[in-house]
């Protein structure tokens, strides 16, 4: 196996080829990792959530990581390391233009809310679980890759 370090243009590719990635955030020093759907767009990583304990500790701690690997051939892979900063996207005056343009980007996948669990929708049940929509601001990214061979 060879390993070589990713330039930062097929680090971007890989963000922009994939949905689903790893978050990384911690609280008090102890660190949480989930899955979630994302979008890739203007050096961000946009995103949709139900309450719970990422979107809590993240309000708290806006400081996050994010891991997205592909595969080669055989035993190869990519993973690329993004360290940025949460950003939440609330549905209010100043923010309608950032979450019309996370809606739009996200929307353009099937399924594009799950698992955030309930799609977004002007309903009883949305009003009683708000949605989250985020972004993720990439400060630093960097990424490997393993060639088989």
Sequence with gaps: MQIRTLSTLECTKLL?????????????????????????????????????????WMRANPLVSVQIEGHGDGRGWKSV?????????????GHKVQLDHAWSLLSRHNDWWEPGALKPETSSVAEHFPNVFFRIFIAEVSGREALAG
């Design 16 to 56: 922009t080829a994939n949905r689903v990635g790893r978050l990384a955030c911690a609280k008090e020093g102890q660190p949480y990792i989930v899955p979630f759907y994302y979008a890739h767009a203007d050096n961000h990583l946009y995103a949709f959530s139900l309450p719970g304990k990422k979107i809590t």
């Design 81 to 93: 390391i993004v360290n940025g900063r949460y950003e939440e996207l609330p549905d209010r005056i």
